[in-house]
């Protein structure tokens, strides 16, 4: 029982402490530095799937995001840092934007642009999530922020924001 | 001794409590919801037992800020001109906290409610004790009660329809699919949807 009442109390301390740990701000790159023009890749789940389900000996990290979600955006500068952190070790960060089609050209290639995103950066486009969510996550009940991570041998869902060590932590369980 | 007593309670209960709210994952279908007093954008309080001549109701977590819940706004209005009449008005619930979530504070919603011309009660979760109870997980999030002997029951989970984008395209309209086989005395064939949504502003 203080074995357990210890764990709860540490699981406490540790919620508490990330509230007010502050993430990096993405880093802004001025305008004219920006020679390359964005082409998105939008696909439907058919298309996405095969990105979910490869079997190399990479962990995969994919994070489900849109530019008009607020808790998305906030926590993106961690998906940024653990693929700048990971490239090297056999870690693949995919961002997979479910930005409306309308909005494409107003708002998520200004956006990628502007904050220099460097993770690749798939676009679903695929109205009928009633069949595709249970397909990422049986767990998933469709809020974003969302982020799957995988290995062949393993698989875990997280519908929730991360802070960086959060992330860090989860990605070495699939790394050991 | 006494102190550190006093304070390892306190723990055990604050991470009991932290515990119970991951774990209470909300109502599925079936079970009976309990009634509430939220306050409307009219200013007055609105409770499901103020509807004795319902035969349910369609509650719906929607908020000004959320795309999603936008994209929805005209369906969610036909929803309540269809079945307010034939006995399931929409009551319109806003789970955000005004705080995280400033576009979706009172004076927003009556804005918006005025705007749009909502014909169905809009009402503001505040302290956010309602959602969590339902299990609602993000905007539009769509519960669809059936007035039973035991109370309202949880008859349908999930998503207004299939295609958020064009509701021209729609294929399976779940809500009017699951309503209407309530009134019909017939068994819902999908009782649980998901779709893409805004999470919950806490």
Redesign the interface.
């Given at each position: 029982m203080k074995y357990v009442?210890g764990t709860?109390?540490v699981?406490?301390l540790l919620?508490n402490c990330d509230k007010t740990k502050n993430e990096n701000e993405l880093t802004k790159v001025e305008q004219n530095d920006i020679q390359e023009k964005v082409e998105l890749e939008v696909l439907d789940f058919n298309m996405l799937e095969p990105y979910l389900t490869k079997e190399d000996n990479q962990v995969y990290v994919i994070n489900f995001w849109a530019t008009?979600?607020?808790?998305c955006v906030k926590e993106l500068p961690v998906f940024e840092k653990l693929h700048s952190n990971y490239k090297e070790k056999k870690v693949k960060v995919i961002l997979v934007s479910?930005d409306?089609?309308k909005q494409y050209e107003s708002k998520l290639i200004p956006f990628i642009k502007s904050n220099n995103l460097q993770s690749q950066i798939l676009v679903l486009n695929d109205?009928?999530?009633?069949t595709w969510?249970?397909k990422v996550s049986e767990e998933?009940?469709?809020?974003?922020?969302s982020t799957l991570i995988y290995t062949k041998e393993n698989r875990k869902f997280y519908?929730k924001s991360f802070n960086y060590s959060e992330l860090e932590t989860e990605v070495q369980q699939f790394l050991k | 001794m006494k102190l550190l007593k006093v304070g390892m309670i306190l723990i055990a209960i604050i991470a009991f409590s932290a515990f119970t709210s991951i774990e209470n994952t909300g109502y599925k279908v079936g079970d009976i919801a309990t009634d509430f007093t939220l306050e409307n954008v009219d200013g007055k309080m609105v409770s499901l037992a103020n509807y004795p001549e319902a035969k349910g109701f369609i509650v719906v977590f929607t908020c000004n800020t959320c795309p999603f819940s936008v994209a929805y706004e005209d369906r969610i209005i036909a929803l309540n001109n269809k079945y307010a009449s034939q006995g399931y008005p929409v009551i319109a619930i806003m789970p955000n906290s005004p705080t995280a979530s400033p576009g979706d504070s009172m004076e927003a919603m009556k804005a918006r409610a005025k705007a749009k011309g909502f014909t169905f009660p809009y009402l503001i979760d505040k302290g956010q004790k309602v959602y969590p109870e339902y299990g609602a997980s993000k905007t539009p999030h769509v519960y669809v009660l059936q007035k039973v002997k035991k109370g309202n029951q949880v008859k349908y989970i999930g998503a207004i329809d299939d295609n958020y984008q064009h509701p021209d395209s729609v294929n399976q309209k779940y809500v009017e699919n699951a309503v209407d086989a309530l009134l019909e005395g017939k068994s819902i064939k999908e009782t649980h949807t998901r779709a893409i949504g805004c999470t919950i502003k806490v």
């Open positions: 009442l709860l109390f699981c406490v919620f008009w979600c607020a808790p479910l409306f089609p109205t009928d999530s009633n969510i249970p998933w009940s469709g809020a974003i922020p519908e | -």
